[in-house]
T-cell receptor
Framework: KNEVEQSPQNLTAQEGEFITINCSYS?????LHWLQQHPGGGIVSLFM???GKKKHGRLIATINIQEKHSSLHITASHPRDSAVYIC??????????FGKGTHLIIQP | NAGVTQTPKFRVLKTGQSMTLLCAQD?????MYWYRQDPGMGLRLIHY???????AKGEVPDGYNVSRLKKQNFLLGLESAAPSQTSVYFC??????????FGPGTRLTVL
């Protein structure tokens, strides 16, 4: 069973700061997702990665398959980025295994 | 396109009652998933399907059954609801190795 760990569990930052959220896993995977969930809201897929790096607007996601690690970066953070960020990994008999999420609060 | 829809949005059941949650997607996705989300536990995979007529167990399948008779629909059944099944249920779909698309969720309370 893949163990997925996210860090930090909680993060509070000021508007404009550069944010990094980390995701590590214990068993090799074929891909990793980054999801965003606003309080009381639905879940939006930000990225799906199997190697390298992807960028969309102020968001950048990277993955290092050998080190079993991925990071999500937010540049010029804004209060609307406040959400829970979740990284499910793809692989193994269970299909998808989720991290518990990182609760991010961006203060104005 | 409606994307991924879930029916119903809210439901209250008594212990022992049965119900079926419907997930529908209009994107011709092969993969469909059912998750539950509980405070402090994150999202956990209940069952998933990689194509019409196929289903597989996820992390927490006990007490649930699923069916994928049509490619666009993935049904989640609770035969005899228990209070431990009080949760928010999310459905998702995707093409293989592509982004996930989530439904809006179903809030289920079992008394």
């Amino acid at each position: 069973k893949n163990e997925v760990e996210q860090s930090p569990q909680n993060l509070t930052a000021q508007e404009g700061e550069f944010i990094t959220i980390n995701c590590s896993y214990s068993v090799g995977i074929s891909a990793l997702h980054w999801l965003q969930q606003h309080p009381g809201g639905g879940i939006v897929s930000l990225f799906m990665l199997s190697s390298g790096k992807k960028k969309h607007g102020r968001l950048i996601a990277t993955i290092n398959i050998q080190e079993k690690h991925s990071s999500l970066h937010i540049t010029a953070s804004h209060p609307r980025d406040s959400a829970v960020y979740i990284c499910p990994v793809v692989g193994g008999a269970d299909g998808l295994t989720f991290g518990k999420g990182t609760h991010l609060i961006i203060q104005p | 396109n409606a994307g991924v829809t879930q029916t119903p949005k809210f439901r209250v059941l008594k212990t022992g009652q049965s119900m079926t949650l419907l997930c529908a997607q209009d994107m011709n996705h092969e993969y469909m998933y059912w998750y539950r989300q509980d405070p402090g536990m994150g999202l956990r995979l209940i069952h998933y399907s990689v194509g019409e007529g196929t289903t597989a167990k996820g992390e927490v399948p006990d007490g649930y059954n699923v069916s994928r008779l049509k490619k666009q629909n993935f049904l989640l059944g609770l035969e005899s609801a228990a209070p431990s099944q009080t949760s928010v249920y999310f459905c998702a779909s995707s093409r293989q190795a592509e982004r996930l698309f989530f439904g809006p969720g179903t809030r289920l309370t079992v008394l």
